[in-house]
């Protein structure tokens, strides 16, 4: 059964810094990977989608890398900024039991200060 | 404007008392699904549907009922909540299956029910 983790569950940092924050998942054949931001009391907004045949995806001040044979994703933030403070989540999709899958972390909460 | 909506957006309800949340898309996607989101337990998917009169069973679908009727809506039943119903709720929908290359999910902005 496919399992995303995401590590650190939280972070705080100064605003300005650059960041990264993590997700790993245990089966490697999935066909994309999903990042997401939502914000308190909110729906959850997509950031960013890498195709299982891509290495890596950018919008803006994100970047979002996939290395699908590690069972890993990065998604970096650069020249953080207070409006970025959000829980960030991943999801991957996968087959599982006949059934069409989206399984995701349970998000790293990220706090960024003036 | 394209968007997934939810009605209705907080709902507090009784033990035993049926209730419906709806969910419609206006992007002519054919998949849609819901999750409910639980402290400690993440997004969970319950129930999702790749087109009209196809639906599936998620991780938790038990307590709850969908159904697609048509393609645009995808209401979530629940005939007789209990209080471990008590959740944020979300629908989903996008415009491939969850397996295809490229679909990017679109969230509603959730609804969140308790249940006494």
């Known amino acids: 059964k496919q399992e995303v983790t995401q590590i650190p569950a939280a972070l705080s940092v100064p605003e300005g810094e650059n960041l990264v924050l993590n997700c790993s998942f245990t089966?490697?054949?999935?066909?994309?990977l999903q990042w997401f931001r939502q914000d308190p009391g909110k729906g959850l907004t997509s950031l960013l989608l890498i195709q299982s045949s891509q290495r890596e995806q950018t919008s803006g001040r994100l970047n979002a890398s996939l290395d699908k044979s590690s069972g890993r994703s990065t998604l970096y933030i650069a020249a953080s900024q207070p409006g970025d403070s959000a829980t960030y989540l991943c999801a991957v999709s996968n087959r599982e039991g006949g059934s069409e899958k989206l399984v995701f972390g349970k998000g790293t909460k990220l706090t960024v200060n003036p | 404007e394209a968007q997934v909506t939810q009605n209705p957006r907080y709902l507090i309800t009784v033990t035993g008392k049926k209730l419906t949340v709806t969910c419609s898309q206006n992007m002519n996607h054919e998949y849609m699904s819901w999750y409910r989101q639980d402290p400690g337990l993440g997004l969970r998917q319950i129930y999702y549907s790749m087109n009209v009169e196809v639906t599936d069973k998620g991780d938790v679908p038990e307590g709850y009922k969908v159904s697609r009727k048509e393609k645009r809506n995808f209401p979530l039943i629940l005939e007789s909540p209990s209080p471990n119903q008590t959740s944020l709720y979300f629908c989903?929908?996008?415009?491939?299956?969850?397996?295809?290359?490229?679909?990017?999910?679109?969230f509603g902005p959730g609804t969140r029910l308790t249940v006494l």
């Open positions: 989903a929908s996008s415009l491939l299956g969850a397996l295809a290359v490229y679909n990017e999910q679109f």
């Open positions: 089966d490697s054949a999935i066909y994309n």
